[in-house]
């Protein structure tokens, strides 16, 4: 500037370049701005993609493989694959009841389809359960009867693992020969029957019980009324009709390697060593024995398996409800 502080000519250029240059980095750091948040979307745009693509081929593969799961089961179930000569296995596990495992649905197909089979050599039924349902037992070891007598030449053992117990040394009674562990749970053949009374705590609490029935004995058993003696001796009856049942089931079943005394059909339960004492069983021996004893030490399994989606479900504990309502419905008397 001059002496009177006005610009001078060269001076007011200068400036005038230094705002063109500070104007045009600004425009080109805009750019560069904009440049960098398109780059940052098309890259989310991409990560976001690839994780879809991902997820698809999860679920791809997965389908896929619940596919060939099912058509494998569905093959096995068929009975179309060939092993040249195998010990078949059905397993009856947990409790014996309708809608369970150990079912005599599951159970008796498992059977058939193990005797079906033209490569079956021999049969072990499996056995872990401390009894059950005495109709579904019954049902079981009929079937084994009727079996045996289809295939006179498929010998039919059971192994009882840790329990073989009531109405689960019921169905064992069918087979041909009964091993155990020696520190196996083995016998209690016996029936029980039980539940609660409440008759005096209602009295107590003053509550009123209002029932009207049908039938004299239509409330037999109800738990807020007392004991009829009469109805006490009906029950007791009913409890030694099926007693005798299974007594003459594990008699026929047993035959003369029985050896009976005054213990043996109370309701009592023994070790396996006990057990092969008293002719319960006829000797200390695992599946796998038996196996390589028929000679054919390969295993196939021919229990009845859920579907994938049944044992999903059942590990994520959405058969809970239905499993209150089981016990709630639940026979009242079972071989235990």
Same mark, same amino acid.
């Not at 370049?17 to 600004?26: D, I, P």
């Not at 997820?55 to 009975?79: A, N, P, Q």
């Not at 005599?104 to 089979?117: I, P, Q, T, Y």
């Given at each position: 500037?001059?002496?009177?502080?006005?610009?001078?000519?060269?001076?007011?250029?200068?400036?005038?370049?230094?705002?063109?240059?500070?104007?045009?980095?600004?425009?080109?750091?805009?750019?560069?701005?904009?440049?960098?948040?398109?780059?940052?979307?098309?890259?989310?745009?991409?990560?976001?993609?690839?994780?879809?693509?991902?997820?698809?081929?999860?679920?791809?593969?997965?389908?896929?493989?619940?596919?060939?799961?099912?058509?494998?089961?569905?093959?096995?179930?068929?009975?179309?694959?060939?092993?040249?000569?195998?010990?078949?296995?059905?397993?009856?596990?947990?409790?014996?009841?309708?809608?369970?495992?150990? $079912? &005599?649905?599951? !159970?008796?197909? =498992?059977? +058939?389809?193990?005797?079906?089979? *033209?490569?079956?050599? @021999?049969?072990?039924?499996?056995?872990?359960?401390?009894?059950?349902?005495?109709?579904?037992?019954?049902?079981?070891?009929?079937?084994?009867?009727?079996?045996?007598?289809?295939?006179?030449?498929?010998?039919?053992?059971?192994?009882?693992?840790?329990?073989?117990?009531?109405?689960?040394?019921?169905?064992?009674?069918?087979?041909?020969?009964?091993?155990?562990?020696?520190?196996?749970?083995?016998?209690?053949?016996?029936?029980?029957?039980?539940?609660?009374?409440?008759?005096?705590?209602?009295?107590?609490?003053?509550?009123?019980?209002?029932?009207?029935?049908?039938?004299?004995?239509?409330?037999?058993?109800?738990?807020?009324?007392?004991?009829?003696?009469?109805?006490?001796?009906?029950?007791?009856?009913?409890?030694?009709?099926?007693?005798?049942?299974?007594? $003459? &089931?594990?008699? !026929?079943?047993? =035959?003369? +390697?029985?050896?009976?005394?005054? *213990?043996?059909?109370? @309701?009592?339960?023994?070790?396996?060593?006990?057990?092969?004492?008293?002719?319960?069983?006829?000797?200390?021996?695992?599946?796998?024995?038996?196996?390589?004893?028929?000679?054919?030490?390969?295993?196939?399994?021919?229990?009845?398996?859920?579907?994938?989606?049944?044992?999903?479900?059942?590990?994520?504990?959405?058969?809970?409800?239905?499993?209150?309502?089981?016990?709630?419905?639940?026979?009242?008397?079972?071989?235990?």
């Amino acid at each position: 500037m001059n002496e009177w502080n006005e610009p001078v000519e060269g001076e007011e250029t200068a400036s005038q370049e230094r705002r063109l240059a500070a104007q045009k980095v600004a425009e080109e750091n805009k750019h560069w701005t904009l440049i960098e948040k398109a780059v940052m979307a098309n890259s989310r745009e991409l990560r976001a993609s690839r994780r879809w693509g991902i997820l698809f081929k999860s679920l791809t593969f997965i389908y896929l493989f619940v596919l060939l799961f099912m058509v494998w089961e569905g093959v096995r179930d068929s009975g179309e694959f060939s092993t040249g000569g195998h010990t078949a296995i059905v397993q009856v596990r947990g409790v014996i009841a309708d809608g369970e495992e150990a $079912s &005599a649905d599951n !159970v008796v197909s =498992g059977l +058939r389809s193990a005797f079906k089979h *033209k490569d079956t050599r @021999g049969i072990v039924i499996r056995i872990n359960s401390p009894g059950g349902s005495p109709v579904q037992s019954g049902y079981i070891y009929d079937e084994i009867d009727r079996l045996q007598q289809m295939y006179p030449d498929i010998p039919v053992n059971a192994v009882i693992v840790d329990s073989g117990a009531s109405g689960a040394y019921y169905l064992a009674a069918a087979a041909d020969n009964i091993y155990a562990d020696k520190a196996s749970i083995v016998g209690s053949i016996g029936v029980t029957a039980a539940s609660f009374g409440f008759s005096e705590v209602i009295d107590r609490i003053g509550i009123e019980r209002r029932q009207f029935t049908a039938g004299e004995h239509k409330a037999f058993l109800d738990p807020f009324s007392p004991v009829r003696p009469d109805e006490k001796e009906l029950f007791e009856t009913l409890l030694n009709n099926v007693h005798e049942q299974f007594v $003459s &089931a594990v008699r !026929v079943g047993r =035959g003369d +390697r029985l050896k009976e005394d005054s *213990k043996t059909f109370s @309701g009592l339960f023994w070790t396996g060593e006990q057990a092969l004492k008293m002719g319960l069983i006829d000797d200390l021996k695992s599946t796998s024995q038996v196996a390589r004893e028929y000679g054919y030490p390969e295993i196939v399994d021919f229990t009845p398996s859920p579907s994938p989606w049944e044992a999903f479900s059942k590990d994520l504990g959405i058969s809970m409800g239905s499993q209150i309502s089981k016990v709630f419905s639940r026979q009242m008397f079972n071989l235990q």
